[in-house]
């Protein structure tokens, strides 16, 4: 048994934006720990990355699935999932969780940055 963990945010903002950033946020990596092994499928709709700990280098690696899927009405749906490896059983610490809130808190900063800039106004 693995423990399975997923969350999907909704951003105004077009598909391939949205990918830009989640490449960068993936680039930088967070507090504690780095994203590794990433891979961009070939439509770009779809990002594997394993979170890698390097405050803790024993903790087991773990893999992470990111889906971009384009809306009619202009935005973007980003779904994140983590999945334990085999001899993991249970999250008392609530990792996986925590994985996906800060991946989808720093995809978010990166958006409101990068609309702020597409919407200001041209200069004169």
């Known amino acids: 048994m693995t423990v399975r963990r997923d969350n999907t945010e909704k951003f105004s903002i077009d598909k391939d934006s949205l990918l830009t950033n989640v490449l960068k946020v993936l680039r930088r990596g967070q507090r504690g720990y780095r994203y590794v092994d990433t891979v961009v499928n070939e439509d770009r709709t779809r990002v594997q990355t394993r979170?890698?700990?390097?405050?803790?280098?024993l903790l087991l690696s773990t893999p992470m699935?990111?889906?971009?899927?384009?809306?009619?009405?202009?935005?973007?749906?980003?779904?994140?999932?983590?999945?334990?490896?085999l001899p993991i059983h249970g999250d008392i610490f609530g990792c996986y969780d925590r994985y996906i809130a800060s991946l989808l808190r720093s995809v978010r900063s990166l958006n409101s940055a990068t609309e702020r800039v597409s919407t200001a106004p041209a200069a004169p």
């Open 51 to 57: 979170v890698k700990p390097w405050l803790w280098p």
């Open 65 to 85: 699935t990111l889906e971009v899927a384009a809306q009619d009405d202009g935005s973007c749906d980003l779904t994140v999932s983590t999945r334990s490896q």
